[in-house]
T-cell receptor, first 118, second 113 residues
Framework: AQTVTQSQPEMSVQEAETVTLSCTYDTSESNYYLFWYKQPPSRQMILVIRQEAYKQQNATENRFSVNFQKAAKSFSLKISDSQLGDTAMYFCAFMALDHTGANSKLTFGKGITLSVRP | NAGVTQTPKFQVLKTGQSMTLQCAQDMNHEYMSWYRQDPGMGLRLIHYSVGAGITDQGEVPNGYNVSRSTTEDFPLRLLSAAPSQTSVYFC????????????FGQGTRLTVV
């Protein structure tokens, strides 16, 4: 079974600064995907960024980037130039591919609440 | 394009009552799932389906039933509501292969009194 660990329950950052959210995972699978989802106060779940495990290059989406360390099973999210709209709960998630190559269950961490201070 | 439509958005039940949370998607996704979100617990998988007629249990299935008679719909039934089922429920859908992004409904906040 896969596990996803987000050990920091809360973080705070000043507007325009950079913040890094940590995530570790445990799996015996070799083929999988990792995700960061954002949940603002509206409750909507929004995909921020995804990383395929077979890709060595770290994924980047505008101000959001990841540091994917496969050997260490670490997948951190860096938010640059933080904005007030980044205030939300962030979830790290893991999904393996099964033996047929099909997507398997999506497993979430417990989440981290990020507050961006004006 | 409506995406994933989940109803109702809010519901209050009395202990022992039954109800069905509705979930429908119009993206022809094979994979659909139900999660519950509780403070400090993240999202936990209740049940999932890889296609019409196929369902399976997730991490916390007790007290819930599902069925998948069509590709589009995946209702979640609470047979006899208990206070421990007070939670926010999310339905999600995605392709079984290729594009791996999961699309979520807007959630249902359920309170059992």
């Amino acid at each position: 079974a896969q596990t996803v660990t987000q050990s920091q329950p809360e973080m705070s950052v000043q507007e325009a600064e950079t913040v890094t959210l940590s995530c570790t995972y445990d799996t015996s699978e070799s083929n999988y995907y990792l995700f960061w989802y954002k949940q603002p106060p509206s409750r909507q779940m929004i995909l921020v960024i995804r990383q395929e495990a077979y890709k060595q290059q770290n994924a980047t989406e505008n101000r959001f980037s990841v540091n994917f360390q496969k050997a260490a099973k670490s997948f951190s999210l860096k938010i640059s130039d933080s904005q007030l709209g980044d205030t939300a709960m962030y979830f790290c998630a893991f999904m393996a591919l099964d033996h047929t190559g099909a997507n398997s269950k999506l497993t979430f961490g417990k989440g981290i609440t990020l507050s961006v201070r004006p | 394009n409506a995406g994933v439509t989940q109803t109702p958005k809010f519901q209050v039940l009395k202990t022992g009552q039954s109800m069905t949370l509705q979930c429908a998607q119009d993206m022809n996704h094979e994979y659909m799932s139900w999660y519950r979100q509780d403070p400090g617990m993240g999202l936990r998988l209740i049940h999932y389906s890889v296609g019409a007629g196929i369902t399976d249990q997730g991490e916390v299935p007790n007290g819930y039933n599902v069925s998948r008679s069509t590709t589009e719909d995946f209702p979640l039934r609470l047979l006899s509501a208990a206070p421990s089922q007070t939670s926010v429920y999310f339905c999600a859908s995605r392709r079984q292969r290729m594009n791996t992004e999961a699309f979520f409904g807007q959630g249902t906040r359920l309170t059992v009194v």
